[in-house]
């Protein structure tokens, strides 16, 4: 179910312009880092968002370049 919901969530934030993709990724990023304790909970999710991140930072200044 939450797997669903994540889908669904990304297919939203995909549509979103290139600032608020890397607003809504770095709070799923906070979060995702902010496990039980002193563990994380999901090392490979925030891989992962670490690359997303990176991906849309990597788009916003290609289009800044462009200007």
């Known amino acids: ?3 669903k919901k994540a ?7 995909s549509k979103l312009p290139l600032d608020e993709q890397l607003k809504a990724k770095r709070e799923e990023l906070l ?3 902010q496990g039980l304790g002193s563990t994380l909970q999901n090392p490979h999710r925030i891989k992962a968002l670490k690359k997303e991140i990176a991906r ?3 788009q916003i200044n290609a289009t800044e370049g462009d200007k």
């Open 1 to 3: 179910m939450a797997e």
């Open 7 to 13: 889908i669904k969530e990304a297919k939203t934030v």
């Open 31 to 33: 979060i995702a880092q």
């Open 56 to 58: 849309i930072l990597t």
